[in-house]
């Protein structure tokens, strides 16, 4: 068992610190990957706030089928959707007014690497929702290919065939803004 699933079980048997465990434990990720879907932080932050309101009242079963962050991530990516279907429209926040600049020793080096973050995250942004996700839950969540295709529903073959896509369009939108990333 992961510390998710045991936290969970620990709050099915009655200790609300289990629920606590479980939101100190995902939520920070879970938001990112939200937003990923949403392109809203407080959307993002809002249906995460409901993701663990369900786990919370509703106390859905945990059948052990994944793993508790696949399962986790599949009712967040629901409850994306159904907010989504809601509101019939997506908002983006400009990721420029999320951007600091550290200040260190090599400040030239830091804006650098923080002008390649911004690029990359703009160039996330143009990517369709279902490249961001994929993208998202693979490289900056480390979800292998069938955890991923459990939390999108789909098979691992089309996992496969969306990451190669995506990273493509990635590249592309990433030539386009005048940058190069040799690993894609």
Do not use: C
């Not at 992961?2 to 879970?30: A, F, W």
């Amino acid at each position: 068992m992961d510390s998710g699933e045991t936290s969970y079980r620990k709050y099915l048997d009655g200790d609300d610190n289990g629920l606590v465990e479980i939101i100190r434990d995902y939520k920070d990720g879970l938001i990112l990957y939200l937003n990923g879907i949403t392109g809203n932080i407080s959307s993002a932050e809002e249906i995460m706030e409901e993701t663990f309101f369900k786990i919370a009242v509703k106390k859905p079963v945990f059948k052990g089928k994944s793993s508790f962050k696949t399962w986790l991530y599949s009712i967040g990516r629901n409850a994306a959707i159904d907010a989504m279907r809601k509101d019939s429209r997506i908002s983006s926040f400009p990721i420029d007014n999320y951007t600091d600049i550290a200040d260190e020793e090599n400040i030239e080096l830091e804006y650098l690497k923080e002008e390649q973050k911004i690029m990359l995250h703009k160039a996330l942004g143009n990517l369709s929702p279902d490249y961001r996700q994929v993208l998202y839950l693979t490289y900056f969540e480390e979800f292998s290919i069938d955890e991923t295709a459990v939390i999108m529903k789909k098979n691992k073959k089309q996992i496969n065939n969306l990451l190669y896509r995506a990273k493509q369009s990635l590249r592309n939108e990433l030539e386009r803004g005048g940058f190069v990333y040799e690993r894609l």
